[in-house]
C-alpha cells in the first residue's frame, strides 16, 4: 500500500472523510488522494516521493511557484520577532496601502484570514449599507462557505433561493436569489422586479468554480450598469482572479470596477488570508467608524502579511503576468493540439494564468449548462492518467486549474508529453 493511502486510511479515524477540505478526497474523480510532504517551484512531492507538476498551486495563491526563497526569507525574518500580537503592526499599514495602489478601485481594506470571511464580511457590509437584505450570486459561483452563499436556485428564476447545503435555515437561503451567470437579461429582469430590495450583487468576474469560465463580452459592464440604475452594491470576488488575471485582478482585466472587492489566495502568498475593500464611503460602515460590526484575532497577522506583501511585490515587476499568460497559453495549445490528433472532443478556456480544459464538442464554454454538459467521466480517466504522468491537476472536472511563474519548458514538455500518451489511452478507452 502507497503511504498516501496508509495516511488516507489513518485520517479517517479522526479527520471527517479524512480531509480538512472536502475536495482534496478526489471523491469526484474516485481513487485515493495523494499527501504532500514538499514543494518547490512548480512541483508537488507526495508521501511516495513522487513528484508532479503541479496546476493547482493550493488552489491558486502560488503564483511564484511553491517555496520561493524570498517569501520564505520574510517569513523566517518575521518569525523571529513574534507570531501574532492581536494589536497592529506596520506591515498591515504597508499590505493596505499596496493593495490600494495596485487596484484602484480599493481605498480602504480589511484584512481577514479566509476568503469566506471576506466575502461573508463584504455581504454585511453591502446589508449594512444599503438596508437592504436580498443579494444575488450566480449559478456555478463559489464564494465560501458562509449561510447566505451556500445557497442554489429556487424552481424558478424569481424564486427565493434554497440552501446547497444541509444546516443552511431555509429562512436565511430565502434572501439570496441566484441567476444564471453570463445572462445580463436575466439580471436585468430580476432587478426590474426587485430591485428594491437587493443589497449586493456578487459575482466571480471569471467563474473559477464551475471549472473556468470567463465573463461573455458586456457581462461585467452590464452588471456595473444595472447596480448603479438600482442602487446595489458590486461586489467583485476575487478571490481567485485577484493578482493573477492581471496585477489589478480580473477587475484591470476587464476594465470594470466594483464597488467592493474580496480578496483570498495570492494576497497571503500561501498563508491564510484574505480581505475585503473598496469604496470609502461603504468601508466606513465597517466598525469601529461604523455600525457594521466585523472583527478577527489573527486579522492582519505579521507572518501572513509578510508572505503577501513579498509574494504582491515579487509579481509586480514588468512582465510578469504576461509570462505567465504565455505558459499557460501555450500549455493549453499544446493540449488542444494532442486532443486534435488523438480526435479526443476537448475545449480549453483560459484567463491569464488560470484555465479550464473540458471534454466537449461544444465550441466554447459560456454558460453553467454548457459546463455540465461535458464529459465529467472522460475527465476523470484524464485526470488519472496525467497523475500517472506526473501531472498533478485539479482533483475535480469543477475547479479552475493554475500555473505559476516556476513552470518553464520542462514542466511544458513533460506535461505536453503525459498529455498525449493520457489522450491516446483515451482514444483507445
Ligand atoms: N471565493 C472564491 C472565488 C473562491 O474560489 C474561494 C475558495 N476557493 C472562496 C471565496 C473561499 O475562500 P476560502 O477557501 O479561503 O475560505
Known amino acids: 500500500m502507497s503511504r498516501s493511502a496508509s495516511l488516507f486510511e489513518q485520517a479517517q479515524a479522526h479527520i471527517p472523510g479524512g480531509v480538512n477540505s472536502p475536495v482534496r478526497a478526489f471523491k469526484s474523480v474516485g481513487g485515493t488522494p495523494l499527501f504532500f510532504k514538499h514543494a518547490q517551484g512548480a512541483y508537488v512531492i507526495d508521501e511516495d516521493d513522487k513528484r508532479y507538476v503541479d496546476y493547482v498551486g493550493s488552489w491558486g495563491p502560488m503564483i511564484l511557484g511553491h517555496s520561493h526563497p524570498d517569501v520564505l526569507d520574510a517569513v523566517r ?36 484570514s479566509s476568503g469566506t470571511e471576506a466575502t461573508m464580511s463584504a455581504i454585511r457590509l453591502a446589508r449594512g449599507y444599503t438596508g437592504r437584505d436580498a443579494i444575488i450570486k ?14 442554489k436556485a429556487g424552481s424558478g428564476l424569481l424564486t427565493q433561493g434554497v440552501p446547497s447545503s444541509a444546516g443552511v435555515p431555509a429562512d436565511f437561503a430565502k434572501h439570496t436569489l441566484t441567476l444564471p451567470f453570463n445572462d445580463i437579461d436575466a439580471v436585468a429582469n430580476a432587478l426590474a422586479d426587485v430591485g428594491q430590495s437587493v443589497a449586493c450583487i456578487i459575482v466571480e468576474p471569471v467563474a473559477g468554480n464551475m471549472n473556468c469560465v470567463p465573463p461573455a463580452p458586456g457581462f461585467l459592464e452590464g452588471l456595473r450598469a444595472l447596480c448603479d440604475q438600482h442602487g446595489v452594491v458590486l461586489i467583485f470576488d476575487e ?43 461603504i468601508m ?14 489573527l486579522s492582519g497577522n505579521p507572518l501572513a502579511m509578510a508572505a503577501g506583501l513579498t509574494t504582491l511585490k515579487l509579481i509586480s515587476r514588468d512582465g510578469f503576468h504576461a509570462e505567465l499568460e504565455t505558459y499557460t497559453t501555450r500549455m493549453l495549445q499544446g493540449l488542444q493540439e494532442r ?36 464529459d465529467v467521466e472522460r475527465f476523470k480517466r484524464f485526470f488519472h492518467l496525467m497523475l500517472d504522468g506526473g501531472v498533478y491537476l485539479a482533483p475535480s472536472a469543477f475547479e ?16 505536453l508529453d503525459a498529455a498525449e500518451r493520457a489522450f491516446a489511452a483515451l482514444q483507445n478507452s
Do not use: W
Open 77 to 112: 525574518k518575521q518569525l523571529e520577532h513574534g507570531l501574532s500580537y492581536g494589536a497592529p503592526t506596520a506591515l498591515e499599514v504597508q499590505m493596505a496601502d499596496l493593495v490600494c495602489e495596485l487596484v484602484p478601485s480599493m481605498e480602504l481594506v480589511r484584512m481577514v
Open 138 to 151: 450566480f449559478e456555478g459561483c463559489y464564494h465560501g462557505h458562509s449561510d447566505s452563499l451556500l445557497v
Open 239 to 281: 478571490v481567485m482572479t485577484g493578482f493573477r488575471v492581471a496585477l489589478g485582478g480580473a477587475q484591470a482585466r476587464y476594465g470594470v470596477n466594483p464597488d467592493l472587492t474580496t480578496f483570498g489566495k495570492i494576497i497571503g502568498g500561501g498563508m491564510p488570508v484574505g480581505c475585503f475593500g473598496g469604496k470609502r464611503a
Open 284 to 297: 466606513e460602515c465597517i466598525a469601529p467608524l461604523g455600525p457594521v460590526y466585523q472583527a478577527g484575532t
Open 339 to 374: 486532443a486534435d490528433a488523438a480526435g479526443i472532443p476537448f475545449v480549453t478556456t483560459q484567463a491569464g494564468g488560470m484555465f479550464g480544459l473540458y471534454f466537449s464538442g461544444a465550441d466554447d464554454i459560456v454558460t453553467f449548462e454548457d459546463v455540465m454538459a461535458s
Open 400 to 415: 479552475a486549474g493554475f500555473t505559476s511563474i516556476a513552470h518553464g519548458e520542462a514542466e511544458l514538455k513533460l506535461t
